[in-house]
């Protein structure tokens, strides 16, 4: 069962800090996410091939744990463990669910994102590479913020 309340704290714990438990990143959006998912209960599964499965271990980790394209990838088609089913609002999502973000529109998920807060309805979000708390979930005031933007929104579970 996905821990919603603790994959949160954790995101709200270290939304500005890097965890010195985890391998660092220049981009670590999703190494941030991974951490998050994993504190929520999630479970690692694949190691040590790379390209397979959602996982961290020895200094080593899957493209899933640290890319967005690749863990957007994974957790749409995982069928057992961390999942995430795709929604079509981000009014449909709940305290940690996940937003995937395409800022060129092209295909290629460039960032994400975990909801933190839901106010009114709207859910805000916390992340790093741009260290984020908070923050609403349009990335409109981004410096990649484009008009082809596309959000791809993720309800999560743990089975």
Avoid at 61 to 75: M, P
Avoid at 81 to 97: P, T
Avoid at 140 to 147: I, K, L, N, Q, R
């Amino acid at each position: 069962m996905y821990n919603r309340q603790a994959a949160v704290d954790y995101a709200n714990t270290w939304w500005n800090r890097r965890n010195p438990a985890f391998p660092q990143f220049n981009d670590d959006c999703s190494n941030f996410i991974s951490q998050c998912l994993f504190a929520g209960g999630a479970p690692m599964t694949g190691a040590p091939n790379r390209a397979k499965g959602w996982w961290v271990k020895k200094g080593n980790w899957s493209y899933s744990w640290s890319t967005a394209n690749a863990l957007r990838s994974y957790v749409a088609s995982s069928k057992k463990g961390l999942r995430g089913k795709r929604v079509d609002s981000a009014s449909d999502l709940k305290l940690g669910d996940l937003i995937f973000i395409d800022f060129e529109g092209d295909g290629v998920i460039n960032h994400s994102l975990i909801v933190t807060s839901i106010v009114n309805g709207v859910p805000y979000v916390n992340a790093h590479s741009s260290d984020s708390y908070h923050r609403l979930w349009t990335y409109e005031d981004s410096s990649a913020y484009t008009p082809n933007i596309k959000y791809y929104f993720y309800q999560i579970s743990v089975e």
